[in-house]
């Protein structure tokens, strides 16, 4: 086997950090290391790099810069958001609709909020992965007080109806928070065309460090504070900031948008090559999610009869990075609760793969996971008792 | 996450196939839990004279399943009953806590293959005090 060769395919787990965004970051490891709360020159001028990279964010999704407020990442960006909004808001009411597909930084707090004494509903899903919005304008109730959907999932890659969801809620007058973690870069973004009020983001999702995300908020939306501390982030999240990993993600969303479309046409090309390859190839294959909105890099497939993880070390051996949907791989009982919503069984849930393509993807790329993919499902396949029965016409 | 050997058997499985007129076979788990083990048997003179496996499940249910059947093989059919699923996983070098469970399979496939063949030979089974089918998740460690 050739273990030389490494094929990154997991971009939806995390990217590498580009260099050019590593270098706009390094001084500010070294020489400009400055405390921007400082008000010596060398704080100043932590200071206003920081600002840069508020007025690159702003742009990047048609905010102002007073509306952007860097954090932790993307799930402390949901988590200020939901806990944000549900608390301040209290007096209006206690009731949240989200989604079941969300990420379980939204569906835990929610969970959590729960305890609280709010109250959550999770809209259903289609076959596609695509919200429901009849279901979501009627559970609308007069105590809804926030909506949170999606705006592109990170297991299936389905692109949700955001510009129709920001319209419902914009016209029943309830806080819409969308969480853009995997779209940024993929998808055009206008919070303003868009009606959305608060948005999640995170630098590791397009070529930008690790642990640094931020929070836009529209002015006017009044949320508490998650983060108590200092005086930071204008009195809205206290802790010395990030200064590198802001100005990384300054830089690295600057990259990301500067050209949408060029970078999806690209993708999505290579994206296109191995999937027609994975389903002409391999049979008993099934594409989970929506077959046009959906990212540009994303594919799902189910592969009938064998399961997940089986699938992760063999692709591992031979240098292919991917991950999978099925439960024993991610140590819990159940299968991707995504996968489950979309209407998948257990054993088409638990044959899942996901295989996300990033900028340094090429043909060469495409064409050896296709040599390797289709031998690999079939070797699990001859080890299957499912496949046993299926070949056998079933027992 | 694996050991190497877990990682062994895994890539390089041992008894991987079926057996035409097997004198007993067993299958356990379902499709709902992600892991299912079937094994047939050979059996002369009391002695398990070949074994095999198909599995449907993760990198642990295979490793288990390989090893099992290697445990097993040119053993009586008492000594294959007293087959644990922990003796599996310590002749794997362990496997990750929330992994026991999928060796749990095996030893239930290899007790339903054993007591298929003592039904097929009018004996009567012996008694299994755990359903393998059911929530093996629950069975561990
Ligand atoms: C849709 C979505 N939301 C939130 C997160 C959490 O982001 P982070 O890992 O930066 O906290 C992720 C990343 O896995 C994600 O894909
Ligand atoms: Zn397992």
Redesign the pocket.
């Known amino acids: 086997m050739d273990s030389k060769r490494i094929v990154y395919m997991d971009h939806?787990?995390?990217t590498y950090v580009k260099p050019e965004v590593l270098e706009a970051m390094l001084p500010y490891f070294t020489e400009q290391f400055g405390n921007p709360s400082s008000v010596y020159t060398l704080g100043r001028k932590s200071r206003s790099a920081i600002e840069e990279a508020r007025e690159k964010v702003a742009k990047a999704i048609g905010a102002l810069p007073e509306e952007i407020y860097f954090t932790?990442?993307?799930?402390?960006?949901?988590n200020w958001a939901i806990k944000g909004a549900a608390f301040a808001n209290r007096a209006k009411g206690n009731h949240i609709i989200t989604s079941k597909i969300?990420?379980h930084?939204?569906l835990n707090t929610c969970e959590f909020l729960e305890k609280q004494g709010f109250e959550v509903t999770y809209v259903s899903v289609d076959e596609n992965g695509v919200i429901d919005l009849e279901e979501l304008k009627n559970s609308i109730t007069d105590k809804t007080i926030l909506i949170s959907i999606?705006f592109?999932?990170?297991e299936i890659g389905t692109i949700q109806p955001i510009e129709e969801i920001g319209r419902i809620a914009k016209e029943r007058g309830i806080i819409f928070h969308t969480?853009a973690?995997?779209a940024i870069g993929n998808v055009e973004i206008n919070v303003k065309d868009m009606n959305i009020d608060m948005l999640?983001l995170?630098?590791?999702?397009f070529y930008g460090p690790?642990?640094v995300?931020a929070l836009y908020v529209r002015k006017g939306i009044r949320i508490e504070n998650l983060i108590h501390g200092g005086g930071q982030e204008r009195k809205r999240r206290g802790g010395t900031e990030n200064l590198p990993g802001i100005v990384g993600l300054g830089k690295a969303i600057e990259l990301a948008t500067a050209d949408i479309e060029g970078h999806n046409a690209r993708i999505r090309a290579l994206r296109d090559r191995l999937l027609n390859g994975i389903l002409e190839k391999i049979p008993y294959t099934k594409l989970n999610g929506h077959p046009e909105k959906r990212l540009p890099g994303n594919i799902n497939v189910s592969f009938k009869f064998i399961e997940g993880e089986g699938l992760l070390l063999l692709l591992d051996q031979s240098g292919i990075y991917g991950s999978t949907g099925s439960a024993c791989s991610s140590g819990s009982l159940d299968p991707s609760h995504v996968l489950l919503a979309i209407g998948l069984p257990h054993e088409i849930a638990h044959g899942s793969l996901r295989l996300s393509l990033g900028d340094k993807n090429t043909e060469e790329d495409v064409d050896y996971v296709l040599d390797v993919l289709p031998k690999i499902v079939q070797r699990l396949r001859d080890m299957s008792p499912l496949y046993e029965n299926f070949i056998k016409g079933g027992r | 996450m694996y050991s190497d050997k877990v990682m062994d058997h895994f890539m390089n499985p041992r008894n991987v196939g079926e057996i035409e007129n097997a004198d007993g076979i067993g299958e356990v788990g379902n499709p709902k839990c992600g892991d299912i083990m079937r094994i047939y048997l050979d059996v002369e003179d009391n002695i398990i004279k070949d074994v095999k496996f198909k599995t449907f499940g993760c990198g642990a249910a295979i490793a288990s399943s390989s090893m099992a059947t290697e445990l097993i093989k040119g053993k009586t059919l008492e000594e294959a009953w007293r087959l644990t699923n922990k003796a599996v996983a310590e002749a794997l070098g362990g496997l990750p806590a929330i992994k026991m469970h999928c060796s749990v399979l095996a030893e239930g496939a290899i007790h339903k293959a054993i007591n298929d063949y003592r039904i097929k030979h009018g004996l009567e089974p012996w008694k299994d005090d755990k359903n393998y089918d059911d929530d093996h998740h629950d069975i561990g460690e």
């Open positions: 939806a787990a995390t932790g990442g993307g799930s402390e960006a949901d969300e990420h930084a939204i999606m592109a999932n990170n969480d973690v995997q999640s995170a630098a590791h999702k690790k642990g995300g």
